[in-house]
């Protein structure tokens, strides 16, 4: 049994239990103690010792108290054998020496000697007591080192130095034996004593290092003596200068560190000594002395000048390697009578000295980032006025400004003053670094650097503070940091575009814990009760992936809400949390709840910032916000309605909002008693907050009850468009109202939908609406006119831009009427025909023939971010942990969401023109014509151009998503006029590849139009023109030329093409089997887009984390079946595996032929992997023939010239981790089940040319040897040229040698694998006859040896091949031409072979 040994920690119980389980065991000691008995070895020497019982410690019998200290008896020791006592030490001190006992220590206690210790006598005072202390007298003596002195113990220290300066002071006292005449001296000190040594010339300090701390009394001072005089003696040896250079060797070798070490101890030294002599030089008593000049000894003198030389060359040392601070000089003269100005503490002025001069920059090196009260970024050589506030008595106090380090120093400061001019400074800094104002003048990220040095938690502490101006700078720095300048704004504006009031979440894409199409009574469960992992995480960790999050997670909302309901602050603190409480509601579902669930949070909002009734307020500045309407309180609720239903539903009916909003509607924003911006914004927020709640079917009482107050808005919108200038205001005030009827107008067509099982739980709280078509029928005559009144200034670009999205609200409105209205089963029919034919031309028409409408194509290309995919970049100082849009600076004219956009108009007409067709066919022909704008064709070409996609970013994510709902609805329509219209288009072939792209960039959200584009578009044979235009025989021509072989006519590819057009039902059943989003998703993106709201449960979209399809989605399925071939644990394919692999194949290469520019996303390496996969899924799938044909012309295309050299394996390919791994498990399978399939093995040979990576062929001849019997593919069917195998020659000598050895060992033979064959002695034959001289020693010596053994072959076929192989040729039936005789150089080469071995091998040439 092993014991383990003590451990730290363990008590004498543990070791009592160690012994007694030692004991318990019987096992033999490591160490045994022997206890001899001395008289037996002295009779029996030789004899072992008897060995004594173990020594047990007990500790019960251990006495509390030592022994009584008695003095013992003497010792006499005996001298052992061997071991004689030395003559001249006592035995009794030698024993006492190495006793330790507590006895030895304690029983004999020596005294002190004090005889030799001076006695000195209390100090004689004039007064009968001593004087009271008072701490005002206290002496600025330095603390000692080991901490702080009392009083009691500076005082005894003081009494002790003034005793000994009297007891120095009688010293000084006539020699007694003087003789007369002689002049009284004082009496030399220790030093001074040591100073007049004999061989002391030169007056050289006492060393203050060596001080012989640790030496015996006696011998301590001696030592030190003797070492310093002999320091004396080599430093009297040398020059001044030979000992400058001597110290400076010494500096250079030493540590600076201990150098500053040295320099310190002795400063310090010297600064006690000089301290104690002025101290004691007024109190010494004075000495009589004649009137006579003193005489000076020669040996004084000499010291003295002694000291003078020394402090010379110590000073010029000094000077040299440290120069000295210059005396302080102050501005004024500090008076005794000033207040705390009795002692004059001058390191404590250095402050008010004048700053030195501002150093110029002499390198690129980088400096700490200055900036000023503002926020400003201050140059490094900028030379500011003092009186700005701007210098201050830190590091580099030369320079102007603020650094980071020192403003977070500054937020703690104990004056609030402080602490709320730091906040601002951050605030200022931060706005300026969102707005992209720091550019590239500084290295790095602002903002990063401020959230890593914990900004976050310092604002959120500062919200903790008790001082309001402290409260109001963090609240605003809060503001500063989350809210992005231009997002609010961007969201706002495009509430009227199509689909604008969906968004998507401001949460970071990374967070894949939390789904952002989740439901939202899961999302409130989850609210309610926290999972384990979030509520363990601590703040920080949260915050550092989700910055909101991280906020949350520390109690914020309450703190808000403190704020607000107890401090009541100003009016722009108001406004900065509102706007922080918008930011929170955006960022998701939960986010959302938490707000609204907040104890007391919404009701202070609602009853304070939503009141009913209100004193007038006048035009100007507001000095408070309470019992005021805000606008900003009503946006913070439309936002969180467009959270969910049920937080929408619960704002209607906890907070009588429905009160409010009558209140604020009923009213014009002229008759609101308010400031008139704030009057138009709030009654814009209204008009949005119940549209929101009617886009889920709510708010329909309203609607019977405000019904006067709407009509009568809509008669004044033409009145109001007709007034010039047009105020942005109003403009979104008006695109509101229409927005609100077009959700009403919606809400009036929709019926209860069917419970399933994908959309019961998001009907739950669905009720039917109140609102009825004869509610809204009457509301087209009057929005007409505005749609007239807007169409108008069409050709006036200048005013069609202040209208904003307000024509495009209006074409909306007549879409969603005529939807509702062709919905209508007790109306006739011929009613909403006739009036759609009169809005075509009275509208329409006229409207697509104006040349401004060709202007607005035209802008399509400089507007979209497709086109232009820099404009989507993400800037700078975007944080993957806060998501923002980025439009700082606000949007550009010509972008997306620019006043000059052609999207939203765009967009909205082409859903009015597919309502109208799609109700009323005979219109396909009339507004086919929307199809043929030569903008628009222009503006297709280059979308399928190829290019690199934008990069997803938050601001890319929702542009693009407008981008696409223009580019889907021209498809819709295409879809439509196709069916209509058999006859192919010269656009048609366009609108395909259109669709196709589109289908693999469509993001989360848009899953109703991938469905959609699935079953119309893509797989339609209409969209396939080149299948009647002469496409598969011109596919069939195009072979011929380049291949120059008939081969037989079923595996000709304009046959696979004719074959895959008949099965394009088949194909599509497929996709949409393997392709189709979820379920769920799928449901909810079709409610959305359909306007079917009862069925509608939230406005926020899914977190954009990628696109709903990969980019190499046409493989999709052929993957889905290799992962379920591979996770099957039988291996067994599916029924279906052989169906769908071929109409894979057939997609593919329909694409290959006819769409090459929609697969230019996917790289060739990753095509040839994907037909890899089609040998992996079954053993048994590439026997069938048509999986046969079809794979052969997919690698037909990839071989193709213009392609291969794409084909790079050695970059990172989607979907793979590794094309070696790939490669050697499809080696594998060739192995064991190809049976020298030809096919199979071109695709093992594709991946083994020369220009690939070495490890794909040490793979094959290394690992897979057995590979090369089966391996017979012709060299007449060889995909690609023999070259790219044989050229250039090998370099890798591990491979040649498998080379080598394959063909020696007959493993490698012509009849089995022609071409590897040819190629290893292609390669074989290149290294032995090359003659390199930079070739390392290693290769030489295989080089030789390779070329000795290829000449001493038995097998003279291979013999031969090796020795004469010239070139290679595919059509010669051993795959190269050899050589009749050798050249010259390779027979000279070959005659430097050594003699045996030319005879042996018969030298034959």
């Not at 003034?162 to 020699?175: D, G, H, I, L």
């Not at 010494?284 to 060359?313: A, L, Y």
């Not at 999709?1116 to 692999?1141: E, K």
């Not at 694409?1151 to 992997?1169: D, T």
Request: proline fraction near 9%; charge should be negative.
């Amino acid at each position: 049994m092993m014991l383990s040994r003590p451990k730290p920690g363990e008590s004498e119980v543990d070791l009592l239990r160690f012994q007694s389980q030692f004991l318990e065991a019987g096992e033999a000691p490591a160490v045994q103690l022997v206890k001899g008995n001395r008289r037996r070895d002295d009779a029996h020497p030789h004899q072992p010792p008897l060995q004594d019982h173990r020594d047990v410690v007990m500790l019960d019998n251990l006495p509390d108290l030592p022994p009584a200290l008695l003095p013992a008896p003497a010792k006499r020791a005996r001298p052992s054998p061997g071991r004689p006592l030395p003559q001249d030490e006592d035995p009794e001190e030698r024993l006492n020496r190495h006793d330790q006992h507590i006895t030895a220590v304690l029983s004999k206690i020596v005294e002190r000697d004090t005889s030799s210790v001076t006695v000195t006598l209390p100090v004689p005072s004039g007064v009968a007591f001593p004087p009271v202390f008072h701490r005002s007298q206290e002496r600025q003596v330095k603390p000692a080192a080991s901490g702080k002195r009392s009083i009691f113990a500076q005082e005894i220290a003081a009494r002790r130095v003034s005793e000994n300066r009297v007891s120095s002071a009688e010293q000084v006292v006539p020699s007694l034996d003087a003789p007369e005449g002689a002049v009284p001296c004082e009496t030399l000190s220790s030093r001074d004593r040591s100073d007049q040594l004999p061989g002391r010339i030169h007056g050289f300090h006492k060393p203050n290092l060596v001080t012989g701390k640790g030496l015996r009394s006696q011998a301590a001072e001696q030592e030190v003596q003797t070492i310093h005089e002999e320091n004396v003696a080599r430093l009297q040896a040398m020059t001044p200068e030979e000992i400058l250079k001597e110290q400076q060797q010494l500096l250079t070798q030493l540590d600076p560190s201990l150098v500053a070490f040295l320099r310190s101890h002795s400063h310090a030294q010297e600064q006690t000594g000089t301290k104690a002599t002025k101290e004691q030089s007024p109190e010494r008593p004075s000495v009589p002395v004649t009137k006579e000049e003193p005489i000076m000894s020669t040996c004084t003198r000499e010291s003295r000048m002694g000291e003078k030389v020394e402090g010379k060359v110590e000073d010029e040392l000094e000077d040299k390697l440290q120069p000295r601070t210059p005396a302080l000089k102050l501005p004024m003269t500090p008076n005794k009578e000033w207040l705390h100005m009795d002692t004059v503490e001058l390191e404590k002025l250095h402050w008010t000295q004048d700053l030195p001069p501002l150093r110029q920059q002499q390198t690129q090196e980088r400096m700490q980032a200055r900036f000023s009260l503002q926020g400003e970024l201050l140059a490094p050589d900028v030379d500011l006025p003092t009186h700005l506030g701007l210098h201050h008595h830190g590091e580099e106090a030369e320079r102007a400004g603020y650094s980071l380090q020192e403003l977070f120093h500054l937020t703690r400061s104990q004056v609030s003053q402080q602490r709320t001019l730091a906040l601002h400074v951050l605030s200022q800094i931060v706005g300026r670094a969102q707005a992209g104002e720091f550019g590239d003048r500084l290295v790095g990220s602002v903002l990063h650097l401020l959230l890593d040095a914990g900004f976050l938690f310092l604002l959120r502490f500062s919200l903790d503070d008790r001082v309001d101006s402290v409260i109001a700078a963090a609240v605003r720095a809060l503001r500063t940091l989350l809210v992005a300048p231009g997002d609010e704004e961007l969201l706002d504006s495009t509430f009227s575009w199509y689909h604008g009031s969906s968004v998507f979440p401001l949460m970071p894409s990374q967070d894949d814990k939390e789904d952002g199409d989740e439901d939202e009574e899961l999302t409130t469960e989850k609210v309610k009760r926290k999972t384990p992992e979030d509520g363990s995480r601590p703040p920080p960790d949260l915050a550092r992936h989700d910055i909101i999050k991280g906020l949350l997670a520390t109690n914020l909302l309450p703190r808000l809400r403190y704020v607000l309901e107890v401090t009541c602050p100003g009016p722009s603190v108001v406004l900065d949390i509102l706007a922080v409480l918008i930011r929170l509601a955006r960022h998701s579902l939960e986010s959302a709840v938490r707000v609204l669930e907040c104890p007391r949070l919404m009701e202070t909002i609602v009853q304070e910032f939503l009141p009913t009734s209100w004193s007038p307020i006048g035009v100007g500045p507001t000095p408070s916000l309470y019992k005021v309407p805000c606008a900003a309180a009503m946006k913070l609720l439309r936002v969180l309605a467009s959270a969910g239903r049920n937080i929408a539903a619960r704002l209607l009916s906890s907070f009588d909002i429905r009160s409010r909003l009558c209140r604020f509607i009923a009213e014009a924003p002229n008759d609101l008693a308010l400031p008139p911006e704030e009057a138009e914004i709030l009654t814009t927020e209204a008009f949005r907050l119940w549209a929101v709640a009617a886009s889920y079917g709510q708010g329909g009482d309203l609607y019977r009850e405000l019904y006067p107050v709407l009509i009568r808005a809509l008669q004044t919108l033409p009145t109001e468009l007709s007034t010039h200038p047009l105020q942005p205001l109003s403009m979104q005030r008006m695109a509101s109202l229409l927005t609100l009827l077009t959700q009403l107008t919606l809400a009036a067509s929709s019926t209860h939908p069917e419970l399933t099982s994908g959309s019961a739980k998001s009907c739950v709280s669905a009720i039917p609406s109140s609102i009825t078509w004869t509610h809204v029928s009457g509301l087209k005559p009057l929005v007409e006119p505005c749609l007239k009144q807007t169409l108008k200034l069409l050709p006036r670009p200048d005013v069609w831009n202040a209208l904003g999205p307000v024509p495009s609200a209006c074409l909306l409105f007549l879409g969603a009427y005529y939807q509702a209205w062709s919905q209508q089963s007790s109306l006739c029919p011929e009613d909403w025909l006739q009036d759609m034919e009169r809005l075509v031309d009275e509208f329409l028409l006229p409207l697509l023939s104006l040349p401004p409408l060709g202007n607005l194509w035209d802008s399509l290309r400089d507007c979209s971010p497709l086109c232009n995919p820099l404009s989507c970049a993400s800037t700078p100082e975007a944080l993957p942990s806060l998501v923002s849009l980025g439009c700082a600076g606000g949007c550009p004219p010509r972008s997306v969401a620019g006043s000059a956009s052609p999207f939203p108009f765009l967009t909205a007409l082409l859903s009015l023109v597919n309502i109208l067709v799609q109700i009323h066919k005979g219109l396909c022909g009339q507004l086919a014509a929307v199809l043929t704008a030569p903008g628009l064709q222009n503006y297709f070409l280059q979308c399928v151009a190829p290019a690199p996609a934008p990069q997803l970013t938050p601001f890319s994510a929702w542009a693009l998503r407008h981008e696409y709902h223009l580019q889907y609805l021209v498809l819709s329509l295409a879809q439509k006029v196709a069916t209509l219209q058999p006859e192919p288009t010269a656009s048609t072939a366009l609108h395909h590849a259109i669709a196709l792209v589109l289908l693999s960039r469509l993001l989360p959200g848009s899953e109703y139009l991938a469905q959609e584009l699935l079953l119309s578009c893509v797989f339609r044979l209409e969209f396939l023109p080149e299948n009647a235009s002469g496409g598969p025989e011109a596919a069939d021509f195009s072979d011929g030329l380049s291949l120059g072989s008939s081969g037989d006519p079923q595996c000709k590819r304009g046959s696979l093409l004719v074959q895959a057009c008949q099965d394009l039902p088949s194909i599509r059943s497929c996709y949409l089997a393997h392709c189709s989003p979820a379920r769920a998703s799928l449901l909810t993106s079709q409610a959305l887009y359909r306007g079917e709201l009862l069925r509608v449960s939230s406005l926020l979209l899914p977190v954009p984390k990628e696109p709903l399809l990969p980019t190499d989605w046409p493989f999709q399925p052929l993957i889905r079946l290799y992962h379920r071939a591979s996770d099957a644990p039988s291996g067994l394919p599916s029924a279906d595996t052989v169906g769908v692999t071929m109409r894979v194949l057939q997609w593919v290469l329909v694409l290959e032929s006819w769409r090459p520019e929609v697969l230019w996303a996917v790289p060739p390496a990753a095509r040839l992997a994907r037909l890899m996969c089609v040998y992996l899924v079954d053993s048994e799938l590439f026997r069938e023939t048509p999986i046969q044909h079809l794979v052969a012309a997919l690698l037909a295309r990839l071989c193709r010239p213009q392609v291969l050299p794409n084909l790079k394996l050695d970059c990172p390919l989607p979907g793979l981790t590794s094309f070696p791994d790939l490669y050697a498990s499809f080696l594998d399978h060739f192995e064991a089940v190809s049976f020298g399939d030809h096919l199979f093995g071109a695709l093992v040979l594709l991946p083994l040319q020369r220009r690939f990576s070495v490890t794909l062929r040490l793979a094959l001849f290394g690992d897979h040897v057995g590979v090369l019997r089966a391996l017979g593919l012709p060299l007449t069917q060889l995909p690609v040229p023999l070259e790219c195998y044989t050229e250039p020659a090998e370099d890798s000598l591990a491979l040649l040698q498998l080379y080598f050895r394959a063909l020696v060992t007959g493993t490698l033979r012509a009849r089995w694998c022609p071409v590897l064959y040819t190629v290893a002695v292609a390669h074989v034959n290149s290294f032995i006859f090359c003659q390199d001289p930079k070739s390392s020693d290693e290769v030489k010596a295989a080089r030789r040896s390779m070329l000795q053994k290829a000449w001493l072959l038995a097998d003279e076929g291979l013999r031969q091949h090796l020795l004469h192989y010239k070139l290679p040729n595919s059509s010669l039936p051993e795959g190269f031409e050899l050589y009749s005789q050798l050249p010259r150089l390779r027979q000279q080469y070959l005659q430097t072979l050594p003699t045996e071995v030319l005879q042996n091998g018969g030298f034959k040439t």
